[in-house]
């Protein structure tokens, strides 16, 4: 397998640009909205229908959905809580729960040295779970899964303290800074990580032909 063919498929396996897309514009437009009108209900409403707008065209383009509706299902239960509270700022409050999630999952993950990253990524090598067998290889991709526990961790000490002092223009423009860029460059440290990484042992690897 080529080195740009595995890049693409680590790329791909943790978002990808089209999920950061599917995410990102519908937070985008509630913040821009949410600016114009001061309507909760009317920016969490324009959130949704673009996040919806988005699943339709990849439908019709016949693309993958899955980021797609879990992009509409996000949105969908930020507009919920956001038209329930009256509170703009509530339309991120699914967010930092979810860095939270993740970067404790992340985090028990390498303290169980069954690292994320190896569980998702080593599959996708044609390492499968045999890494593990080689502590060398485990720690790459320890390694590769402490980027995403720093990342999720940024983002909860700069977002939350936003979120407490209710300022929606800072924290809308926060969570757009530290989405597409943030994790684009996640992604790409963790793909140099494991591109620079160790291999795998030669005698734990499968031949072409078995």
């Known amino acids: 397998m080529s080195e740009n063919a595995d ?3 680590i790329l791909s396996a943790i978002g990808g640009v089209k999920g950061l897309i599917d995410s990102g514009l ?11 009108t001061k309507d909760v209900r009317d920016s969490a409403y324009a959130a949704l229908t673009l996040s919806l707008l ?10 993958t ?15 919920w809580i956001a038209m329930r509270t009256g509170r703009a700022e509530d339309f991120y409050l699914p967010g930092l729960w979810t860095n939270a999630i993740y970067g404790s999952v992340y985090l028990v993950s390498i303290i169980a040295r069954w690292p994320v990253i190896g569980l998702v990524i080593g599959p996708l090598l ?6 593990r067998k080689d502590p060398v290889r485990t720690k790459v991709y320890i390694k590769a899964t402490w980027l995403w526990v720093g990342m999720f961790a940024i983002r909860l000490l700069v977002q939350y ?14 969570r757009l800074i530290m ?6 460059a996640t992604a790409w440290a963790t793909w140099l990580v494991i591109k620079s990484g160790p291999k795998l042992r030669d005698d734990l ?5 078995s």
């Open 7 to 9: 890049k693409a498929k």
């Open 26 to 36: 519908p937070a985008l437009l509630f913040l821009i909205t949410f600016n114009i």
């Open 54 to 63: 988005l699943t339709l065209a990849r439908l019709v383009r016949r693309e």
């Open 65 to 79: 959905i899955q980021h797609a509706v879990s992009g509409v299902i996000g949105v969908g239960i930020c507009a």
């Open 126 to 131: 044609e390492e499968n779970l045999r890494w």
């Open 161 to 174: 303290p936003l979120y407490l002092s209710g300022n929606v223009n800072l924290l809308g423009s926060a």
């Open 179 to 184: 989405g597409y860029p943030l994790f684009i």
């Open 205 to 209: 690897k499968v031949s072409k032909g």
